[in-house]
Structures are given as C-alpha cells and as structure tokens.
C-alpha cells in the first residue's frame, strides 16, 4: 500500500516560515496530481495549493504571494513552502494525492502560527 508522509509543521510566530513535505513510499505506483489542503477545528476542509505532475500550480487566494507549492516527481516528493505565516494559516495541513489514479491522504500535519 501507498503511504504518504507529511512532515514540517509545527508553531511558529507570525510572520515566520515553514516548509512542509509530503512523501509518497510504496512498491510501484504512479502519483498525477498533489495538493495541500487543510482544515481548521469545525470548518470545512479547503484546498491550499495543487500541482500537477507537470508542474501546473493553483493556489488559495489567500496563500498566493506567500505560499509555494513545489514537487520532486523523482522523489515522490511535494513540499509546501509557507512565507510571511499568519494566525489564520493555523490548521491541520494534509497532503493529497492522486496514486495510481485513487486519493490518497496523509495523516495530516498541524501547523500553529501564534500572534
């Protein structure tokens, strides 16, 4: 089975920085798209950021200009460079892919930015 890892988070002040990663462990499999996506206590996961295996990006409005998603396709890896962090960007962060065409969801990471 396909498991992917995040790893990076934690607490940090506002206005710091964080890099995120999510990699991708298992046999033989083949990863198309990635995203980022998160979920604060009783709201609605929503999306952060997507990349396509080739290279196409999309961001949350609110992360364009701070946040930069990026991936190693010859790793199996996605990271997600967090600039200029806000109370607001305080959430658990999940890695999504698409593995050999099924989602497939990391246990999440928790990211805490404090005022």
């Known amino acids: 089975q396909v498991q992917l890892v995040e790893s990076g988070g934690g607490l940090v002040q506002a206005g710091g920085s964080l890099r995120l990663s999510c990699a991708a462990s298992?046999?033989?499999?083949?990863?198309?798209?990635m995203g980022w996506y998160r979920q604060a206590p009783g709201k609605q996961r929503e999306l952060v950021a997507a990349?396509?295996?080739?290279?196409?990006?999309n961001y949350r409005d609110s992360v364009k200009g701070r946040f930069t998603i990026s991936r190693d396709n010859t790793k199996n890896t996605m990271y997600l460079q967090m600039n200029s962090l806000e109370p607001e960007d305080t959430a658990v962060y999940y890695c999504?892919?698409?593995?050999?065409?099924?989602?497939?969801w990391g246990q999440g990471t928790q990211v805490t930015v404090s005022s």
């Open positions: 990349i396509t295996s080739g290279g196409i990006t």
């Open positions: 298992g046999n033989r499999f083949s990863i198309s798209a």
């Open positions: 999504n892919a698409l593995v050999d065409f099924k989602p497939t």
